[in-house]
């Protein structure tokens, strides 16, 4: 089972809108010290549309060598067809686990959807995490689709959840139990999700407050639900403001930076924030102790 905290890191840019190497060295061994539990890499975070197919292979292999810890590699595309083909290819660089979520463009029916992921998990000698993430997708996946994946495909060994609707997370901890890795996908049912015994969370505000994040997670499972809930209220006014309140990924490189991380502007059409903008998340970080 996968557990713990994964941050979805962003993807460093120069000024010529090219992956910054030296900067996502950086920043994956950054991530390791503030204690998080692993990296997904090519998730929504790191603009993976914006992503080459040689550029999104060429960002897997370097996290996979430069982390210690387990990398989620995202090979989410809109065909089969290519979805399997950069599975493969991430799987040889030696990801941990693949998250797929659905095609994004048009939009399919639950038999679609079903006949997608059964195709990808039997050309696939890999572990897969379903990605559920109607905010780009439009669509829900279906539990019953959820279930019936699970049941008939060993290597489907989890989702993340990015509806941030609690009760369909407790109904899908309700059918699937401890056999099926069920983590959070948004910052904001965190604490909720696992007092329901989620084992985890992907969430953007890591890349953010990567160290309050990991805190969270170890002070759950310690007991002190006093201190985790102090902590998830913290966590909250970070992805309100950042995750929730602008545009994301440029949000998310904002407050990197102002915490002195480089990682770059975002790719075109992403643009950059404007000053009134930059301001409000400075005190929104101050606000929470991190700057």
């Known amino acids: 089972m996968l557990r713990g905290v994964f941050v ?5 840019f120069d000024e010529r809108e090219e992956v910054n190497r030296g900067l996502l060295r950086e920043l994956v061994h950054r991530f390791e010290k ?12 790191g603009e993976f549309p914006y992503l080459g197919f040689e550029e999104k292979v060429e960002v897997v292999r370097i996290v996979r060598e430069e ?5 989620i590699g995202g090979a989410t595309e809109n065909s089969t067809k290519e979805t399997v083909r950069l599975g493969r290819v ?16 048009f939009k399919p029916s639950p038999e679609e959807l079903y006949t997608h992921y059964s195709r990808i998990a039997d050309s696939l000698d890999g572990r897969i995490l379903l990605y559920n993430v109607p905010k ?9 689709v ?9 290597n489907i060994i989890g989702i993340k959840d990015s509806s941030a609707n609690m009760g369909r997370i407790a109904e899908l901890l309700r059918r699937m139990g401890d056999r ?15 007092m329901l015994g989620a084992h985890g969370a992907i969430v953007a505000v890591a890349n953010v407050v990567p160290e309050l994040c990991a805190e969270l997670y170890r002070t759950f499972f310690r007991g002190d639900h006093e201190k985790a809930r102090e902590l998830q209220l913290k966590v909250n006014l970070v992805n309100e403001v950042v995750v929730k309140g602008y545009s994301q990924i440029s949000a998310i490189k904002t407050a ?23 301001e409000d998340i400075k005190k929104t970080l101050a606000e929470v102790g991190v700057l």
């Open 34 to 45: 503030a204690g998080l539990n692993g990296l997904v890499t090519l998730g929504s975070n």
């Open 8 to 12: 979805p890191h962003v993807t460093p």
């Open 146 to 154: 959820i279930e019936r994946l699970a049941e008939e495909h060993s």
């Open 90 to 105: 991430l799987l040889d660089l030696g990801v941990d686990a693949l998250l797929i979520g659905p095609p994004y463009y």
């Open 180 to 194: 099926f890795t069920i983590l959070a996908g948004t910052a904001d049912v965190m604490y909720p999700s696992w």
């Open 136 to 144: 780009f997708t439009g669509l829900n996946i279906p539990l019953d």
């Open 67 to 71: 982390s210690s810890l387990p990398v």
């Open 256 to 278: 990197m930076e102002l915490r002195g991380w480089r990682v770059g502007k975002p790719r075109l059409p992403s643009m950059p924030l404007g000053k009134e903008a930059v």
